[in-house]
């Protein structure tokens, strides 16, 4: 059973950066795009950012071009996320997620638990 775990969410000034981790257990995910979306109360999860299974492509919401990095670790089965320039509508908790069609669909069909991003001004 694959398993997705993130780490690195806190509470942050306003300009501030986060780096935020998700590590795949159970299986591979080296053949999977992964994503990054965020969620705050009250409001649909939105998409953040996407990376192609090997690393060469990215896509980013518009909210975030610019401030926010995308990478993968195919060797630890991470993805990770930079967040940098952190503004206060950056608050939100934040998922990864994966699986074997999220890039052309995007659409995925594992999730992790989430971790909060606080950005405080």
């Known amino acids: 059973q694959l398993q997705l775990v993130e780490s690195g969410g806190g509470l942050v000034q306003a300009g501030g950066s986060l780096r935020l981790s998700c590590a795949a257990s159970?299986?591979?995910?080296?053949?999977?795009?992964m994503a990054w979306f965020r969620q705050t109360p009250g409001k649909e999860r939105a998409f953040v950012a996407a990376?192609?299974?090997?690393?060469?492509?990215?896509s980013y919401a518009e909210s975030v071009k610019g401030r926010f990095t995308v990478s993968r670790d195919n060797a630890r089965n991470t993805v990770y996320l930079q967040m940098n320039s952190l503004k206060p509508e950056d608050t939100a908790v934040y998922y990864c997620?994966?699986?074997?069609?999220?890039?052309?669909?995007?659409?995925?069909?594992?999730w992790g638990q989430g971790t909060q991003v606080t950005v405080s001004s």
């Open positions: 990376i192609s299974w090997s690393g060469g492509g990215a």
């Open positions: 997620a994966t699986g074997p069609t999220g890039w052309s669909t995007g659409r995925y069909e594992y």
């Open positions: 159970g299986r591979t995910v080296r053949n999977y795009a």
